[in-house]
């Protein structure tokens, strides 16, 4: 979260490069296999939230390379929990699965098994990742695409 903020600031200043030093430094520094970008947490995936920060300070320094490592970790990591939490109940498609738990965690009728409800929270914060994550890629790939377009 540290470096994050470091290199968020220093890229609102418009030292993208020295963010990126920042960014960069971290990633080569940290195992990657003790502490991942996409990990797991029964926390509403606090983890994940933390990186997610990591991975706006990527895009705002303008590091593809970095966020695209990002992503792709915490991208898989989301993934593999959606897919747990359908195999606790019936098979239905992620975002059923998050209109139903954020339905189940707002005390309305939902069609998530005993299992499944243990994990609502869990499954709404998943599904809203891989949504911000989406959306980010998106946005940094019109971006970067108007970026390159001769006015």
């Known amino acids: 979260m540290a470096h994050a903020q470091i290199a968020e600031?220093?890229?609102?200043?418009?030292?993208?490069?020295?963010?990126?030093?920042?960014l960069e430094h971290y990633d080569a520094n940290v195992n990657e296999a003790n502490f991942p970008y996409g990990m797991s947490s029964n926390l509403?995936?606090?983890?994940?939230?933390?990186?997610?920060?990591?991975?706006?300070?990527?895009?705002?320094?303008?590091?593809?390379?970095?966020a695209a490592k990002v992503t792709a970790s915490m991208k898989k990591d989301l993934e593999q929990q959606l897919r747990y939490y359908i195999s606790l109940g019936v098979s239905m498609p992620n975002e059923q699965l998050a209109f139903n738990a954020q339905a189940a965690l707002q005390g309305k009728?939902?069609?998530l098994?005993?299992?499944?409800?243990?994990?609502?929270?869990?499954?709404?914060s998943a599904w809203q990742l891989l949504r911000q994550l989406q959306q980010w890629e998106e946005q940094y790939a019109k971006s970067r695409t108007m970026q390159q377009t001769p006015q």
């Open 9 to 22: 600031g220093l890229a609102a200043a418009g030292r993208k490069a020295d963010a990126r030093t920042i």
């Open 109 to 111: 009728s939902n069609s």
């Open 113 to 124: 098994s005993d299992r499944q409800l243990a994990f609502a929270q869990d499954i709404v």
């Open 44 to 66: 509403g995936n606090a983890d994940e939230q933390i990186s997610s920060y990591f991975l706006a300070a990527c895009y705002e320094a303008d590091d593809p390379a970095l």
